[in-house]
T-cell receptor, first 116, second 113 residues
């Protein structure tokens, strides 16, 4: 069965610190997709990245980077030189094929506080 | 240009009432979803429609009835509202044919008194 674990409920850092948000997933499938979304205090859900199970390349986008390791079933997210605007709840999500189509489940989220 | 829109943004109502939330997307997607986010921020899928057909129906009380009049719209009707229905409801859309990225609407905060 699908499962996504974000063990860090809340993280608090000071601006300019680097921070890593952990995501561990469980799936029986060999084909699956992983996502990260950001939910700032305004409430909307903002897509950050999508990664399929066959692509283990790490990705960097500006101050954001993602480390996908199938061996440990992890898809961790690092923010370098954090800024106050990074304060948000971050969700990791897993999609795998179910009856009828792909079903996405979300982790419980990690709330990140970045203090000035 | 609003990609996925929901109305209303806020909905306050009494227990026992019936209410609807509307969702529209202009992304040309063929799959739409409803998610519920509870007070602890836990986000859970409720329904998924592909080309107006229901493809995912999670364990949701049958007081919740989605309706998709066309590919660009997915509405959610809730009968006999209960206190526990208070939550933020998000609509999302994506292309089909794989786990494509879902784009979310701004959410509808439902408060049942």
């Amino acid at each position: 069965a699908q499962k996504v674990t974000q063990a860090q409920t809340e993280i608090s850092v000071v601006e300019k610190e680097d921070v890593t948000l952990d995501c561990v997933y469980e799936t029986r499938d060999t084909t699956y997709y992983l996502f990260w979304y950001k939910q700032p205090p305004s409430g909307e859900l903002v897509f950050l990245i999508r990664r399929n199970s066959f692509d283990e390349q790490n990705e960097i986008s500006g101050r954001y980077s993602w480390n996908f390791q199938k061996s440990t079933s992890s898809f961790n997210f690092t923010i370098t030189a954090s800024q106050v605007v990074d304060s948000a709840v971050y969700f990791c999500a897993l999609s795998e094929l179910n009856t009828g189509g792909f079903k996405t489940i979300f982790g419980a989220g990690t709330r990140l506080f970045v203090k000035a | 240009d609003t990609a996925v829109s929901q109305t209303p943004k806020y909905l306050v109502t009494q227990m026992g009432n019936d209410k609807s939330i509307k969702c529209e997307q202009n992304l040309g997607h063929d799959t739409m979803y409803w998610y519920k986010q509870d007070s602890k921020k836990f986000l859970k899928i409720m329904f998924s429609y592909n080309n107006k057909e229901l493809i995912i129906n999670e364990t949701v009380p049958n007081r919740f009835s989605p309706k998709s009049p066309d590919k660009a719209h997915l509405n959610l009707h809730i009968n006999s509202l209960e206190l526990g229905d208070s939550a933020v409801y998000f609509c999302a859309s994506s292309l089909s044919g794989g786990a494509n990225t879902q784009y979310f609407g701004p959410g509808t905060r439902l408060t049942v008194l």
